[in-house]
Every structure is written in C-alpha cells, then in structure tokens.
C-alpha cells in the first residue's frame, strides 16, 4: 500500500497526516471534524482544547446512533425474510391443483 502525506486544515490548524487512505476520504472526513468544532465553539471563536474533546464525544455519539439504526434496519429486514421465506415454505407445502393440459399436450382425434 502506498502512503502518501496529505495536509488537511481543523479549526483553522494545518495538520499533515501520513495515510494509505486516498486524500479526497481524508479531506472530507477533516471537513465533517471541521465544521462539528465550528458548531460547538459558535461563529468566529477560537476552538478550545475542551471543544475538540467535545466534538469527538459528540463524533462518536453520532457513530453510536447510526450503528443502532443500521442494526434495527437489519433486524426488521432479517425478520421480514424470515417471514416471506415461512409463506413461501408454507404455500410450496401445499398441494398444487391438477394443471388442465394445453392445446399441444391434448389427444387429438
């Protein structure tokens, strides 16, 4: 894997970050790090050691919840399978009516 250094700017901070990651991912991951520190510190304030703390409890918070929803999703869409999968099962089961012949499988006389 190639590691490349990329420069990417928090809270009005430089940083070079060594990384195998491709620098657009990084870019945009320092931007959603950026604008959280802009929204805790409010317009034009400097961010505080206590407001990157801040942003990281309040980062992971997020992950914390989208990882519950995304479970929940997989649990109701697990559960709705199994359902179809049980009426399948359940309609395969039972016993198919006689099928009429068709025109081409008719004796013809």
């Not at 649990?75 to 009516?97: G, I, K, N, Y």
Request: no cysteine.
């Amino acid at each position: 894997m190639t590691r490349a250094a990329v420069d990417v700017r928090v809270a009005g901070h430089s940083y070079r970050v060594v990384t195998s990651a491709p620098e657009a991912d990084l870019q945009r991951l320092a931007a959603v790090v950026d604008a959280k520190l802009r929204e805790l510190a409010g317009p034009g304030r400097p961010v505080a050691p206590q407001t990157l703390l801040l942003a990281a409890l309040a980062l992971a918070h997020e992950v914390e919840v989208e990882r519950e929803r995304r479970q929940q999703v997989e649990q109701r869409a697990r559960e709705m399978l199994s359902h179809v999968l049980e009426r399948l099962d359940a309609a395969l089961d039972t016993p198919a009516s006689p099928v009429p012949p068709t025109a081409s499988e008719q004796p013809q006389g």
